[in-house]
């Protein structure tokens, strides 16, 4: 006999909590269900974060049980007959207003960031970013030979100093880097102001393609504070997208060069959610 699938809705909450509800079957032992979140993991015996299911849902809390940077999956676990039964939650309802403007939390270091998703196969899941540094990608720019990047770089503001930095690394070669500064920019939303510093730098594409290695190349992007803070990578995590590569595109660019002859340059996001630039051979 198929087994029905188990729907889980779940909401943001202000403080940025998960909440999972999930609709119980008749029979189902109400009193005695937790929620498991799985890490997504191929070691054998990931972190598991286990919470009691009550009718008001399980809350998956910032302040404890907190989602290690991954993908988790979600599981309703209840007493049968012969053991506890596991069952994964399939995507219902996703309220997730609260990760967008104007309801979006105040973004602090470290940065903890869950937005849950449905996965390709209909499953509930939460994708989880833990990082000491961030810098936010907001607008990204493609106008004829040049591209912009506007974000925003987490942690303190300095009044003065040095300039913040835009900094583009080769993962062919990781000593090939490209520098540009950036100038100031606004918080992308009123709730941002006072978390951080914003910027916005243009940089010729045509620059990312002055070397003659053949076939792709990727340049990672990264913002170097002014202060001396080692630079962190711009990404894009503070929203409702879990994964932005194929959601979050951007036109390419061609640039004619003497060694490698015509080339396409393209940002785009990684699967991480991060921000990279490809240059890329094009036909002759």
Not at 206 to 227: I, N, T
Not at 263 to 280: C, G, I, K, M, Q
């Amino acid at each position: 006999m198929k087994i029905p699938f188990l729907i889980a809705d779940c909401v943001i909450e202000t403080s940025g909590d998960i909440r999972v509800r999930v609709a119980p079957e008749a029979g189902m032992p109400v009193h005695s269900m937790f929620l498991s979140a799985k890490e997504d993991s191929d070691v054998q015996g990931g972190n598991v974060v286990r919470l009691p299911l009550t009718s008001d849902g399980a809350v998956l809390r910032r302040t404890y049980g907190r989602l290690t940077e991954g993908r988790w999956n979600l599981f309703a676990e209840y007493p049968g007959a012969s053991g506890m039964i596991q069952r994964r939650l399939r995507a219902g309802v996703q309220d997730l207003r609260r990760l967008l403007d104007p309801l979006c939390p105040r973004p602090a270091l470290p940065l903890v960031s869950w937005i849950p998703y449905r996965t390709a196969d209909g499953w509930l899941a939460i994708r989880s970013w833990e990082r000491s540094g961030h810098a936010e990608a907001s607008d990204i720019e493609v106008d004829g030979d040049d591209i912009t990047v506007g974000g925003w770089l987490l942690g303190p503001s300095p009044a003065a100093g040095p300039e913040l930095e835009l900094e583009l690394r080769s993962r062919v070669d990781p000593a090939r880097t490209i520098t540009a500064v950036a100038k100031p920019a606004p918080a992308p939303y009123p709730a941002w102001e006072g978390t951080g510093q914003g910027f916005r730098c243009t940089f010729p594409a045509g620059d990312l393609a002055l070397g003659k290695a053949p076939g792709d190349e990727l340049w990672d992007v990264y913002a170097r504070p002014g202060d001396g803070r080692e630079p962190v990578r711009v990404a894009r995590l503070l929203d409702d997208i879990a994964d932005k590569k194929e959601v979050c595109t951007y036109p390419s660019t061609e640039v004619r060069t003497t060694a490698r002859g015509p080339v396409r340059v393209r940002p785009f996001y990684t699967r991480d959610n991060a921000l990279s630039v490809r240059v890329a051979d094009m036909a002759p």
